[in-house]
């Protein structure tokens, strides 16, 4: 997740370079994102509970500025939106963090993740209560049905760059919190909400496909398919078998990388031609033909073409899940048809059919700055899509130890 970061950041402030004409706003707008990154990193390399809480909580400050002061008409509504939404399930977390304190070991580090993990004596009732706190919180996070309505008023509203920074590697903190924190700490009631989880998982996972064909409005359109793409990631994680938790945590890694370079190729040609609307395109694959063959490129990463790197992290999921919840594996794949179904209905809409009268910012092919944008994400997608061990043999050995742990707690039941 930090290697994310590190990555996705310089390509959101050079696709933003030239969305500020005045230079006092562009430092704003590039000292936000710098200041987001630091969280960033921050968050994901914290193995201390409470100073996770701080930079969990303190993250929302330059999201909120960068939401409420760059983008659309209601991006005020939006901030608001996000803001308030995040501040209950962080201080439904407080709670819980506060709880650790005082039923933990004790002492100056108190908190560290390596001395509260099994060590923890907790009752059934405040095992379970303290999870729900964490979980609710990073729920929200991730986003999950239903607590995911802030999502798509984000990414109509927010600059496409601000978006693809906030769901490709923000929102991740809320799976990531899953596996490193309700799992790791309160395995037992991890186990116990487990059933329940994987429901709203498959929720998540056919809802925002099916909203995703209906939208008109593409940044909504890709923010739907997100909520579908975490509901796959949950379901890996809470499945609990070791090829699905390393196939969740490998797809949040390349969820990052298709969605990202998504949103940020939408916002290019939003800024073309000042509209959102898939209806207010057509034929434009007849005269920005890399613009459209880039776009197919990422557009079919996003519904997990084989040889890009989703599939990988989608297929692994779905046969490690299999054995111990069929069902919902079953019925999660129909998401694979429903992705192909918004994908290239899109893709239609948008590039394909005659060719308009172009004007001169429409007729415009992707620059050097876009493709130097678009084209390294597309690089890490055809590489991991092939080599996939490169991230796998990392992953192997954290997700052994998760699944043990949880297997350990229900042997002791």
């Not at 983008?71 to 963090?97: D, E, H, P, T």
């Not at 239903?146 to 109509?156: F, N």
């Not at 909203?211 to 909504?220: F, H, V």
């Not at 005659?354 to 004007?359: D, N, Q, Y």
């Given at each position: 997740?930090?290697?994310?970061?590190?990555?996705?950041?310089?390509?959101?402030?050079?696709?933003?370079?030239?969305?500020?004409?005045?230079?006092?706003?562009?430092?704003?707008?590039?000292?936000?994102?710098?200041?987001?990154?630091?969280?960033?990193?921050?968050?994901?390399?914290?193995?201390?509970?409470?100073?996770?809480?701080?930079?969990?909580?303190?993250?929302?400050?330059?999201?909120?500025?960068?939401?409420?002061?760059?983008?659309?008409?209601?991006?005020?509504?939006?901030?608001?939106?996000?803001?308030?939404?995040?501040?209950?399930?962080?201080?439904?977390?407080?709670?819980?963090?506060?709880?650790?304190?005082?039923?933990?070991?004790?002492?100056?580090?108190?908190?560290?993740?390596?001395?509260?993990?099994?060590?923890?004596?907790?009752?059934?009732?405040?095992?379970?209560?303290?999870?729900?706190?964490?979980?609710?919180?990073?729920?929200?996070?991730?986003?999950?049905?239903?607590?995911?309505?802030?999502?798509?008023?984000?990414?109509?509203?927010?600059?496409?760059?601000?978006?693809?920074?906030?769901?490709?590697?923000?929102?991740?903190?809320?799976?990531?919190?899953?596996?490193?924190?309700?799992?790791?700490?309160?395995?037992?009631?991890?186990?116990?909400?487990?059933?329940?989880?994987?429901?709203?998982?498959?929720?998540?996972?056919?809802?925002?496909?099916?909203?995703?064909?209906?939208?008109?409005?593409?940044?909504?359109?890709?923010?739907?398919?997100?909520?579908?793409?975490?509901?796959?990631?949950?379901?890996?994680?809470?499945?609990?078998?070791?090829?699905?938790?390393?196939?969740?945590?490998?797809?949040?890694?390349?969820?990052?990388?298709?969605?990202?370079?998504?949103?940020?190729?939408?916002?290019?040609?939003?800024?073309?031609?000042?509209?959102?609307?898939?209806?207010a395109y057509g034929g434009l694959q007849r005269i920005i033909p890399v613009f459209a063959g880039t776009f197919l490129v990422v557009g079919l990463s996003a519904l997990s073409l084989p040889g890009l790197s989703p599939f990988v992290s989608e297929i692994m999921v779905l046969v490690g899940?299999?054995?111990?919840?069929?069902?919902?594996?079953?019925?999660?794949?129909?998401?694979?048809?429903?992705?192909?179904?918004?994908?290239?209905?899109?893709?239609?809409?948008?590039?394909?059919?005659?060719?308009?009268?172009?004007?001169?910012?429409?007729?415009?092919?992707?620059?050097?700055?876009?493709?130097?944008?678009?084209?390294?994400?597309?690089?890490?997608?055809?590489?991991?899509?092939?080599?996939?061990?490169?991230?796998?043999?990392?992953?192997?050995?954290?997700?052994?130890?998760?699944?043990?742990?949880?297997?350990?707690?229900?042997?002791?039941?």
């Open positions: 997740m930090i290697a994310l970061a590190v990555i996705l950041v310089p390509l959101a402030i050079l696709a933003a370079w030239r969305e500020d004409k005045v230079p006092a706003r562009r430092r704003h707008y590039l000292a936000l994102v710098l200041l987001s990154q630091a969280f960033m990193v921050g968050i994901f390399a914290a193995r201390d509970v409470f100073l996770f809480y701080v930079m969990f909580e303190a993250m929302l400050i330059p999201l909120y500025f960068l939401i409420g002061s760059f983008g659309g008409a209601q991006r005020r509504y939006a901030a608001v939106k996000f803001l308030l939404y995040s501040l209950v399930g962080g201080l439904i977390m407080l709670v819980a963090v506060v709880a650790l304190y005082f039923v933990g070991p004790g002492g100056e580090q108190a908190f560290l993740t390596d001395n509260l993990t099994g060590t923890l004596d907790l009752t059934t009732t405040q095992e379970r209560l303290m999870f729900l706190a964490f979980f609710l919180a990073f729920a929200i996070k991730a986003p999950m049905v239903p607590v995911h309505t802030w999502l798509p008023d984000v990414a109509e509203n927010a600059r496409p760059g601000t978006t693809a920074l906030l769901v490709a590697v923000l929102d991740k903190i809320g799976t990531f919190g899953m596996l490193t924190l309700c799992i790791t700490l309160f395995p037992a009631a991890a186990d116990w909400a487990a059933p329940v989880i994987i429901v709203f998982a498959v929720i998540s996972v056919i809802y925002g496909a099916l909203l995703a064909i209906g939208q008109k409005d593409m940044m909504r359109l890709v923010a739907f398919t997100s909520v579908s793409h975490f509901g796959i990631m949950v379901l890996g994680i809470f499945a609990f078998q070791q090829t699905s938790v390393e196939g969740a945590a490998l797809y949040m890694f390349n969820h990052g990388l298709s969605t990202g370079a998504l949103f940020l190729l939408v916002g290019f040609l939003i800024a073309r031609t000042g509209t959102a609307d898939v209806n899940a299999y054995p111990v919840a069929s069902v919902a594996v079953i019925i999660s794949a129909v998401s694979v048809v429903l992705a192909a179904l918004y994908i290239l209905l899109t893709y239609k809409k948008v590039f394909t059919g005659p060719a308009p009268e172009a004007e001169p910012a429409t007729a415009r092919d992707l620059t050097l700055r876009e493709r130097l944008v678009a084209w390294p994400l597309v690089g890490l997608m055809l590489l991991l899509g092939f080599v996939p061990a490169i991230a796998i043999d990392y992953l192997r050995e954290p997700s052994a130890d998760i699944v043990a742990h949880v297997t350990a707690e229900e042997a002791n039941a």
